[in-house]
């Protein structure tokens, strides 16, 4: 009986050949290249490379004073052959990252999966959350439906599923992991290869997957050749122009207590994956990228010794989103999404309303801190209470709000932050919920806050400030200092901001407690 084969499947793109799939000597940072073995007694139009390293002492050896001879070694192998009109690369062993990431379907294995899988019988689930590129794997224990993950599509993107496939596929492979690339189990032959393969194409290009997991149909790739050619028009220049809502994410889960640094192609190395390094990378360079640059120049995992661990494109680490006419759009590890329509109008349905004139004094260049500092003195109703926070048991320190007055009888609760950025923008909301949480759940933060008040109260009344938290009466207000125009209203923040803004208004409106957004201009600031 033929034994099982885990091996992983690349589709590579339309127009690319063998050669051009795999990275030159020089975008390899001079690690040594592939032998090509040609294609002798393998399947008509198959290629095979091989990756015979030289063997080495492990650091280990010398750090542990041990005398005898101790060698690692690895191999790998790169397999191209061609079936359905197609040509794909089939990997063995470590050496995914000799192939041109930029040359290959980034959704090929995730789709091949949702189309070939048992929908209750999934095991594992990788998502993004592109509001903070957060990356999170979920296990379950048993075979479960995609369901009992407790994913929340509305704010995560799937990227890779792992489980068992469905019946009429047993005889090709018995379970899959889809993501760029497709992971299978199975006991075809070599000679069997083209006949598998040619299947797989016939599941990329099913539509099935969108009844059977009907969840994921808020976000959809774009396939529109011409479309994903504007978006990526529109990203590039958004990244000429530093734009802060867009974020640098590796598109893998990474170990990173393996990881020493990041470099960029032909730059210096940065201890931090932020977008921030990029530009400081490229400085005026930037201007001249062009899109083909953004897939040819990439970012270098580096290990504490400086040594490449992988590369990704710089085209597949960034993280945006944008607009064509009405239509709204996501960019997250290579792949254009967009975003169902009724989704996005549901949005500023439940968004726009919550969206007032800011009758905040405008932002003249001061830090945060200043800016909070300050509005007091232009509006005395308002009393300051940036940094000054309380420390309970087991938490790190909470901040009740930056600026605190009383109208209509409610505590006002008002939390400010400078720009649109993602992962400001999820700090922002996230801290009116903490805050909103403990006055309400812990009588000794309601204490701490009438006294934080008391020694700040300026000419406004001790009791009228104070009596508000007694009672809970409070309002979140999240002021938002930027640029853009307030009439914008909810469609001035990210996509995933406004998701999250939506969430947490959801859960303020459980606690009963209303909720403000103001858009605050920004005189001093650039965006």
Request: proline share 3%.
């Amino acid at each position: 009986m033929a034994k099982s084969h885990s091996i992983s499947i690349y589709l590579l793109k339309e127009d690319v050949t063998f050669d051009d799939a795999l990275r030159t000597s020089e975008e390899m940072q001079g690690r040594r290249g592939l032998d090509d073995l040609g294609a002798a007694g393998l399947p008509v139009g198959c290629k095979l490379y091989v990756a015979d390293y030289d063997a080495r002492d492990p650091w280990w050896k010398s750090y542990l004073s041990i005398d005898r001879e101790l060698k690692l070694q690895s191999q790998g192998a790169i397999l191209f052959l061609n079936a359905g009109g197609r040509r794909f690369a089939i990997t063995f062993g470590m050496v995914a990252h000799y192939l041109r990431d930029w040359k290959y379907e980034y959704d090929f294995g995730l789709i091949v999966t949702l189309n070939s899988v048992s929908p209750e019988l999934l095991k594992s689930a990788d998502i993004v959350r592109p509001l903070n590129a957060r990356r999170q794997r979920i296990q379950s224990a048993k075979d479960s439906k995609l369901d009992v993950f407790g994913i929340d599509f509305n704010e995560s993107v799937v990227k890779k599923l792992s489980g068992k496939v469905g019946d009429n596929y047993v005889n090709l492979f018995s379970s899959v992991t889809g993501a760029n690339n497709v992971r299978i189990s199975t006991k075809v032959e070599l000679s069997e290869l083209p006949e598998l393969c040619e299947e797989l194409i016939h599941l990329y290009k099913s539509k099935s997957y969108q009844t059977v997991f009907p969840e994921l149909r808020n976000i959809a790739p774009v396939l529109d050749p011409g479309v994903r050619t504007e978006l990526d028009n529109k990203l590039l220049t958004s990244l000429k122009a530093h734009d802060e809502t867009m974020i640098l994410s590796l598109p893998d889960l990474i170990d990173y207590h393996d990881v020493g640094g990041i470099k960029f192609s032909g730059g210096t190395r940065y201890s931090l994956i932020v977008i921030e390094s990029l530009w400081d990378s490229y400085g005026e360079k930037l201007q001249t990228m062009t899109v083909d640059m953004l897939h040819s120049h990439h970012i270098s995992v580096l290990d504490e010794n400086s040594e490449i661990r992988t590369a990704y494109s710089l085209y597949k680490c960034l993280i945006w989103d944008c607009s064509i006419g009405d239509e709204l759009y996501h960019f997250c590890d290579g792949l254009w999404y967009r975003i169902d329509k009724s989704f996005s109008e549901r949005l500023l349905t439940d968004l726009d309303s919550l969206f007032v004139l800011s009758d905040l004094p405008a932002h003249n260049g001061l830090d945060e801190g200043e800016y909070n500092e300050n509005v007091p003195e232009i509006d005395g109703q308002y009393i300051c209470l940036d940094r000054k926070f309380i420390v309970m048991a087991g938490q790190s320190p909470i901040e009740f709000c930056d600026l605190y007055r009383v109208t209509e009888g409610k505590s006002e609760l008002t939390h400010v932050k400078i720009g649109v950025c993602s992962s400001v923008l999820s700090h922002l909301f996230n801290q009116g919920l903490v805050s909103a949480n403990l006055l309400l759940n812990e009588s000794i933060a309601k204490e701490k806050l009438k006294e934080f008040v008391l020694n700040n109260i300026g000419d406004n009344s001790p009791y009228e400030y104070t009596a508000p938290i007694n009672n809970n009466g409070y309002k979140v207000v999240y002021a938002i200092i930027t640029k853009k125009d307030a009439e914008l209203k909810s469609k001035a923040l990210p996509l995933f901001s406004r998701i999250a803004l939506r969430a947490a208004v959801a859960h303020l409106k459980l606690m009963r407690i209303s909720v403000e957004v103001k858009l605050v201009k920004d005189c001093g600031n650039e965006e």
